[in-house]
Structures are given as structure tokens and as C-alpha cells.
């Protein structure tokens, strides 16, 4: 969240470097002392740059909390709500609340998620780029693949790929029964003819993301194989039909759980055992979640709108077998959504 609303890139620490968003007044940066300099740096390429945002430092003996807490008084705040970023590290919140015990330190994820979801064009044209890099990549290294190579191989040819095109991405490959496992394995696996293969990923494109996964056979699929692909695909298809604006973002993941469970593979998360999407941006995964009680508990459900972003990835995982996820990112219209990238055709040509 810092860098969508400030442009400022910052790697992790112990110090606290924050950005505070009055609702009345001009946003501060809280900074160490010694970087004051990059800080402004960052600034000028940003929105709170000239005279909209000031930077308060603060040196290694002095507390960054009660630097936050006189400043919040001297702009007449020293009595209200804190609204915290969901990510910030627990010992800065603590700190806060500990120096300004008159605050109400609450989660600020409301505002700050409520912001990212809705995307813009440009947003949008960042996304777009980027899953059509991923398929781009995926389809290369499908063609690539041959009997007798690992898992990591494959992987190494992803990366290879996504230096091809120039943006930092990469994919977690998972082969035969270990497909069944919906985040794979880390046990050794090698590539045989009549495989099933699985990719799942994305890359970033100046900050935002793709999240594909497409699963195909090496050779011939067998009968189940070609019947479970057939059945995600039409509970992802499902799942795109039903996303529109004003629906509650659970009736999403029903719709392609219904399709799964009428096929025989249920009840419920038997063998669909996640949710049928997350919302995508800046994060691989982030705000809102299509399923029930949206995962981390809003007070009240959240409702599709148009700008969301979303995953598209229902899946049936057989254990000890195989199995088969689909997965393409939707954004949300006016009238219903679209995918960024086409719907696998089958197994044996996936793209």
C-alpha cells in the first residue's frame, strides 16, 4: 500500500518508515533520519510531490512513535482513529498505540483495500500486459518440454522466458500426482510421456501482476483426465458468467463450486478445496476474496463492482491421481466481467 499511494519503494526493516493520511490535512512521512534523502528522492517522482506531503525524521536514539503521536496532536488529532494497513509490523502498531494511548488504533484495511480493488484503465493495461506475458512464456515452455526433464527444469525454462520478454516473473511446476496437491510439492518429479502438468504463476509489470495456471497432458490424456478438464472448464466458465456488478461476491465461487459438485466431485470442498478466486493488483493475491465471509471476516459482505480483478481458477484435485486447475484472471465491467487472456482449449493444446 505505500507504494500505490506514494510511489515510494521501500524494502523491509526494523525502522519505521510510514506515510500518514490525515482524512483533514496534508499526508507526513515518518523517516529515518539518514534517509531522509532517498525518501525525498522517491517523493518527487510521486503524488505527494512539492508541498503535499512533509517528511518528519527521526534519529536512532529518538522513538518514531512519539513523532508520529506530537504530530498527529500538533494537527489537532490528538484524540480519534488510527487506521493501521493490514501489512504494517506489529511492533509499529504497538509503538503507536503505546505513544498515543488517547488513539483508537483500528484496522485501516476498509480504506486501504477499499482503494486498490477498484481498478483504473491504466491499471487494468498493466494487468493486461502482464497475463499476456505469462501466456506468452507458458505457452514457449509447453512447447519445450520434453520426456526425462524435472520440475525445476521446467522451472528454469520459465525463468529463461521471462527474461525473453523483460519482466521479473517465475511459476511453481508440479507433475502427475502431485498436480493433486493445489500448491504441489517440493518432492523430486520427473517428466514421462502421458504426464499431467501443471503451471501456476504470473509476473509484474510495473508493480502489478498476473496469476495464470494452465494444466496439460505431454502425449495423451486419459478418459477421467479429459473428463475433469472438461468440467473445471465449464465451472470457470460459470464462475465469469455469474461475476457482475452488485452481486455478493461469494455467489461467484457458488456458481463454479455448483457446476464441480454436480459433476460428483463434492460435497462442498471434497475435491474443489480452495475458493474459486482472489482479487489481483499490486498483490499476487489481495483484497477481495470470492468466498464466504470474504476469508479474513468484513463486518459486512462486500458486493462485486466494476474495476475489481479477480482470479478465475476453479480446480478438482484427485489425490494420489492427478489434477486439473484452470485459471485466468476476470475484471469486472459495467455489465459483467472478461478475461484477460482465452480459456485453455484442452489438455493436449492449451493454448
Same mark, same amino acid.
Given at each position: 500500500?505505500?507504494?500505490?499511494?506514494?510511489?515510494?519503494?521501500?524494502?523491509?526493516?526494523?525502522?519505521?518508515?510510514?506515510?500518514?493520511?490525515?482524512?483533514?490535512?496534508?499526508?507526513?512521512? !515518518?523517516?529515518? %533520519?539518514?534517509?531522509?534523502?532517498?525518501?525525498?528522492? $522517491?517523493?518527487?517522482?510521486?503524488?505527494? #510531490? *512539492?508541498? /503535499?506531503?512533509?517528511?518528519?525524521?527521526?534519529?536512532?536514539?529518538?522513538?518514531?512513535?512519539?513523532?508520529?503521536?506530537?504530530?498527529?496532536?500538533?494537527?489537532?488529532?490528538?484524540?480519534?482513529?488510527?487506521?493501521?494497513?493490514?501489512?504494517?509490523?506489529?511492533?509499529?502498531?504497538?509503538?503507536?498505540?503505546?505513544?498515543?494511548?488517547?488513539?483508537?488504533?483500528?484496522?485501516?484495511?476498509?480504506?486501504?483495500?477499499?482503494?486498490?480493488?477498484?481498478?483504473?484503465?491504466?491499471?487494468?493495461?498493466?494487468?493486461?500486459?502482464?497475463?499476456?506475458?505469462?501466456?506468452?512464456?507458458?505457452?514457449? !515452455?509447453?512447447? %519445450?518440454?520434453?520426456?526425462?526433464?524435472?520440475?525445476? $527444469?521446467?522451472?528454469?525454462?520459465?525463468? #529463461? *522466458?521471462? /527474461?525473453?520478454?523483460?519482466?521479473?516473473?517465475?511459476?511453481?511446476?508440479?507433475?502427475?500426482?502431485?498436480?493433486?496437491?493445489?500448491?504441489?510439492?517440493?518432492?523430486?518429479?520427473?517428466?514421462?510421456?502421458?504426464?499431467?502438468?501443471?503451471?501456476?504463476?504470473?509476473?509484474?509489470?510495473?508493480?502489478?501482476?498476473?496469476?495464470?495456471?494452465?494444466?496439460?497432458?505431454?502425449?495423451?490424456?486419459?478418459?477421467?483426465?479429459?473428463?475433469?478438464?472438461?468440467?473445471?472448464?465449464?465451472?470457470?466458465?460459470?464462475?465469469?458468467?455469474?461475476?457482475?456488478?452488485?452481486?455478493?461476491?461469494?455467489?461467484?465461487?457458488? %456458481?463454479?463450486?455448483?457446476?464441480?459438485?454436480?459433476?460428483?466431485?463434492?460435497?462442498?470442498?471434497?475435491?474443489?478445496?480452495?475458493?474459486?478466486?482472489?482479487?489481483?493488483?499490486?498483490?499476487?493475491?489481495?483484497?477481495?476474496?470470492?468466498?464466504?465471509?470474504?476469508?479474513?471476516?468484513?463486518?459486512?459482505?462486500?458486493?462485486?463492482?466494476?474495476?475489481?480483478?479477480?482470479?478465475?481458477?476453479?480446480?478438482?484435485?484427485?489425490?494420489?491421481?492427478?489434477?486439473?486447475?484452470?485459471?485466468?484472471?476476470?475484471?469486472?465491467?459495467?455489465?459483467?466481467?472478461?478475461?484477460?487472456?482465452?480459456?485453455?482449449?484442452?489438455?493436449?493444446?492449451?493454448?
Amino acid at each position: 500500500s505505500l507504494l500505490y499511494f506514494t510511489n515510494i519503494r521501500w524494502g523491509g526493516g526494523e525502522r519505521l518508515f510510514a506515510c500518514v493520511i490525515p482524512a483533514t490535512s496534508n499526508p507526513f512521512i !515518518v523517516c529515518p %533520519a539518514f534517509e531522509e534523502d532517498r525518501a525525498r528522492e $522517491q517523493l518527487t517522482r510521486g503524488p505527494l #510531490a *512539492g508541498e /503535499r506531503a512533509d517528511i518528519r525524521v527521526w534519529n536512532e536514539d529518538e522513538s518514531p512513535y512519539v513523532l508520529v503521536a506530537r504530530d498527529l496532536r500538533d494537527r489537532g488529532l490528538a484524540t480519534g482513529i488510527v487506521g493501521v494497513e493490514e501489512t504494517m509490523p506489529f511492533a509499529w502498531t504497538d509503538g503507536i498505540a503505546s505513544a498515543a494511548p488517547q488513539l483508537h488504533v483500528a484496522s485501516g484495511t476498509p480504506i486501504t483495500a477499499g482503494c486498490r480493488m477498484v481498478k483504473d484503465d491504466h491499471e487494468l493495461d498493466l494487468i493486461r500486459l502482464a497475463c499476456a506475458a505469462t501466456l506468452k512464456v507458458y505457452e514457449a !515452455v509447453y512447447r %519445450a518440454v520434453q520426456p526425462g526433464m524435472t520440475q525445476n $527444469q521446467v522451472s528454469d525454462l520459465i525463468d #529463461a *522466458g521471462y /527474461r525473453q520478454v523483460g519482466f521479473p516473473g517465475g511459476a511453481s511446476v508440479q507433475v502427475g500426482e502431485y498436480t493433486a496437491l493445489p500448491h504441489g510439492s517440493s518432492t523430486p518429479q520427473i517428466i514421462r510421456e502421458g504426464t499431467i502438468i501443471m503451471l501456476d504463476d504470473g509476473c509484474v509489470v510495473e508493480g502489478y501482476q498476473s496469476d495464470i495456471t494452465r494444466t496439460f497432458v505431454l502425449g495423451t490424456a486419459t478418459a477421467r483426465m479429459h473428463s475433469v478438464f472438461d468440467i473445471v472448464k465449464r465451472a470457470q466458465t460459470a464462475a465469469l458468467a455469474a461475476a457482475r456488478p452488485g452481486v455478493p461476491l461469494e455467489s461467484i465461487d457458488a %456458481a463454479a463450486r455448483k457446476v464441480i459438485v454436480d459433476a460428483g466431485y463434492g460435497p462442498g470442498f471434497t475435491y474443489f478445496t480452495h475458493r474459486v478466486g482472489h482479487g489481483l493488483g499490486m498483490d499476487g493475491h489481495e483484497w477481495p476474496y470470492l468466498v464466504t465471509n470474504n476469508m479474513f471476516g468484513w463486518k459486512t459482505a462486500l458486493t462485486a463492482q466494476a474495476g475489481m480483478v479477480f482470479s478465475d481458477e476453479p480446480g478438482i484435485y484427485i489425490r494420489g491421481e492427478f489434477g486439473v486447475r484452470l485459471e485466468d484472471d476476470m475484471y469486472l465491467t459495467s455489465d459483467g466481467a472478461r478475461l484477460f487472456t482465452p480459456q485453455s482449449a484442452s489438455l493436449e493444446q492449451p493454448f
